[in-house]
């Protein structure tokens, strides 16, 4: 799967983005997909994951009730809808294509779980 995210951009603290991610490829809709993001001088982060039919979501603590991730598999693509955005959700933003869907978050949010990974998508949050 080749992924290509877009729609980040200058937002204000308290407004809104969405991010979009085009995939390419036969396997798209059988994988779960998910986000990552990496602020200046920090270590990439995960941030929500989706499962191959969109059935199940899962969101870290940071992002819950601001964060919306969904797929739409007739158009092999996902999105984060970002809402109430912080000046600590400035990173680039990256989405990944995953191996399988697990109930453990160590090994949902683990980067190993991911093989396919867009380019990012740079979102900056000003106050």
């Known amino acids: 799967v080749q992924l290509q995210a877009s729609g980040g951009g200058l937002v204000q603290a308290g407004g809104s983005v969405r991010l979009s991610c085009a995939a390419s490829g036969r396997t798209f809709s059988g994988r779960p997909m998910a986000w990552f993001r990496q602020a200046p001088g920090k270590e990439r982060e995960f941030v929500s994951a989706?499962?191959?039919?969109?059935?199940?979501?899962f969101y870290v603590d940071s992002v819950k009730g601001r964060f919306t991730i969904s797929r739409d598999n007739a158009v092999n693509s996902v999105y984060l809808q970002m809402n109430s955005l912080k000046p600590e959700d400035t990173a680039v933003y990256f989405c990944?294509?995953?191996?399988?869907?697990?109930?453990?978050?160590?090994?949902?949010?683990?980067?190993?779980?991911?093989?396919?990974w867009g380019q990012g998508t740079l979102v900056t949050v000003s106050s």
């Open positions: 990944a294509s995953g191996r399988y869907w697990s109930a453990y978050e160590d090994r949902l949010s683990a980067p190993t779980n991911y093989d396919s």
């Open positions: 989706i499962t191959s039919n969109g059935g199940n979501t």
